[in-house]
């Protein structure tokens, strides 16, 4: 369970700020006469108001959380002068009639159907009731792995990709006690392509259906896991302990187990509606229609690929060098 796991990631600075941008340029290409909610103006740029609750609105997206009062104003002082450039180039768009445009028109259609969807799926998932103390705890306990027993691994690793019979060979060659180095060579002598390298993973790196496996492993032994695409050889070179204490732990669990619970009620719902409405399939689509599978609406990934590449400063070569 990741950070990420535990909670969505705040969208970077910038990109709220130039975010605004889309909220004000479907404002430009709307009715001029409406009248802003807001009652504190922060600027006017012409006749055309900048408003407190603009700034505050997009502060709100960004990561201004817990930040000084004057860290805030630093950041409050830089989106409003982005927010004047965004207007000054709207008004300059407007002019040269670009609102028209069919590229932008269509950009700007493909805006308000994200929003629309977005708002609708946060509707659902601000429904759903966080878990409660007890729930929060029973996580806790049922998962010592990533908690009281929690470990940071440093991990050889190989990755292939799937053959009929590669796995058991490679559980052979482990089982004989073959140093990662010695199977490394025997793929390459078998022709089979593979990926290799070491790393340091902590136990929430680790995908929650293969850490109960990765974890009962003591230093220098290994595993052999599959998935549909691929075969992975896992060697802990050496552990360490790095337990984390319940009360640091909870409020992480219940924000994770919250997201969880959203994440679900939000496809599940999805799913309703695709049952309760016609949906036809035209022309090269109507095709594959029988045999397409459906991908659930975009939710927060849970893991991170067990192999999937760390940060450059955490990933050493190790054997990638024998591929």
Request: glycine share 4%.
């Amino acid at each position: 369970m990741t950070t990420s796991q535990l909670r969505y990631s705040k969208p970077l600075f910038m990109h709220a700020i130039w975010s605004a941008a889309l909220v004000l340029g479907l404002a430009a290409c709307g009715n001029k006469d409406d009248k802003k909610a807001a009652t504190q103006v922060a600027a006017k740029v012409g006749s055309e108001e900048i408003s407190v609750h603009q700034i505050n609105q997009v502060l709100s997206r960004s990561s201004s959380a817990g930040a000084s009062p004057a860290a805030v104003q630093a950041m409050s002082r830089e989106v409003l002068e982005k927010l004047i450039d965004q207007q000054l180039a709207i008004e300059q768009a407007t002019e040269d009639k670009l609102h028209r445009s069919p590229e932008v028109v269509a950009q700007i259609e493909a805006a308000r159907r994200d929003i629309l969807a977005r708002a609708y799926m946060q509707k659902i998932a601000a429904s759903v009731p966080k878990p409660s103390a007890e729930e929060t705890k029973k996580y806790y306990v049922e998962h010592p792995a990533l908690f009281s027993e929690r470990r940071i691994f440093n991990v050889q690793e190989i990755v292939t990709p799937t053959a009929p019979g590669l796995a058991d060979q490679l559980r052979a060659l482990v089982a004989a006690g073959k140093p990662i180095v010695e199977v490394a060579n025997w793929l390459k002598s078998k022709g089979v392509k593979f990926d290799g390298g070491s790393a340091t993973r902590a136990a929430e790196q680790i995908p929650l259906e293969r850490l109960a496996q990765v974890h009962a492993l003591k230093d220098g032994q290994s595993i052999v896991l599959e998935s549909p695409q691929t075969i992975t050889l896992v060697r802990v070179a050496s552990s360490q302990s790095s337990p984390v204490a319940e009360a640091a732990a909870l409020p992480r669990i219940e924000q994770f187990l919250t997201n969880q619970r959203a994440s679900a009620a939000v496809t599940t719902n999805i799913k309703q509606l695709r049952a309760a409405a016609k949906i036809t399939y035209m022309g090269e689509f109507a095709k594959a229609a029988g045999t397409a599978t459906v991908p659930p609406p975009v939710v927060p990934e849970p893991v991170p690929s067990f192999s999937a590449p760390d940060n450059a400063s955490t990933i050493e070569k190790g054997v990638a060098g024998l591929k």
